[in-house]
């Protein structure tokens, strides 16, 4: 193979190139940072110590101990499919990181700052996880069982937090933030009237029964209502910066769009 230019590697995409062998140790400062090596055989490569914020690792069957990469940080790092069922997460910072499919134990409460922000956990088996004070927004939890409970996670806060397929039957959503949450097929239990600042912009709200559910005030900017049987009243002010006055929807489903919303004014 024709030697890498080992001090200029950062950011280089290696799926347009031919690789017969990669060393990680001899990278500039062991710095990975924004390579692509997605589907490139790495399954012999020595990672200790090696940085790879923002590195993608999908498809490489790369050997990676979290307790042995620097500054136990996989921030932004794509591991997603990599066998990671044995390794140790704790104090490792997984911020952005896709680590679906990997079969890893994650124990949130040892990640650094409780902050899975970001992280992809989908298909992971997350319930003996411990949810509480865990920064939770834009964290994909899909198919992981974990059981969260909306009042503990920090600030309340489920901002973009992807829980599709989650049991929150007995979740209490009162002042908690669910703008762009994705709580569909969950059988939550959501009044409106109740959650953060009665805004449900960009939720995901699908096969939520929601047929008595009171509308009056909410905020609804491209929420998801499919398979909810909601009632959406007549004149009703359910959009923010003055649009009111909205014909009343009367079937689902119904994925209610701010150019849709203008078009019945």
Do not use: W
């Not at 890893?104 to 409460?109: E, G, R, T």
């Amino acid at each position: 193979m024709k030697e890498f230019d080992y001090d200029n590697i950062i950011g280089t995409d290696f799926r347009k190139k031919s690789i017969a062998e990669f060393d990680p140790q001899k990278a500039k400062d062991k710095m990975l940072n924004l390579c692509d090596f997605e589907n490139i055989d790495l399954s012999e490569a020595d990672f200790t110590d090696v940085e790879i914020v923002n590195c993608n690792l999908k498809g490489t069957n790369a050997q990676i101990d979290p307790q042995r990469i620097k500054h136990k940080n996989l921030c932004g790092a794509i591991l997603e499919g990599l066998d990671l069922a044995h390794k140790d997460f704790t104090d490792v910072v997984i911020m952005s990181a896709n680590l679906k499919n990997t079969n890893a134990k994650i124990d949130p409460q040892k990640i650094p700052d409780k902050d899975l922000n970001d992280a992809n956990l989908e298909n992971l088996d997350l319930s003996e996880s411990d949810f509480t004070d865990v920064i939770i927004r834009g964290t994909n939890l899909k198919n992981t069982n974990a059981k969260i409970d909306p009042q503990k996670v920090a600030n309340k806060d489920l901002t973009n937090t992807n829980l599709e397929n989650i049991d929150l039957s007995k979740a209490d959503f009162t002042n908690v933030i669910i703008r762009g949450t994705n709580l569909k097929n969950t059988n939550a239990k959501i009044d409106p009237q109740k959650v953060a600042n009665k805004d449900l912009t960009n939720a995901n709200l699908e096969n939520i029964d929601l047929r008595e559910a009171d509308f009056t005030g909410v905020i609804i900017k491209n929420t998801n209502l499919k398979g909810t049987n909601a009632n959406i009243p007549q004149n009703h002010a359910i959009l923010t910066n003055n649009i009111a006055d909205i014909t009343s929807y009367k079937k689902t489903p119904l994925i209610i769009t701010e150019d849709e919303m203008e078009k019945l004014i």
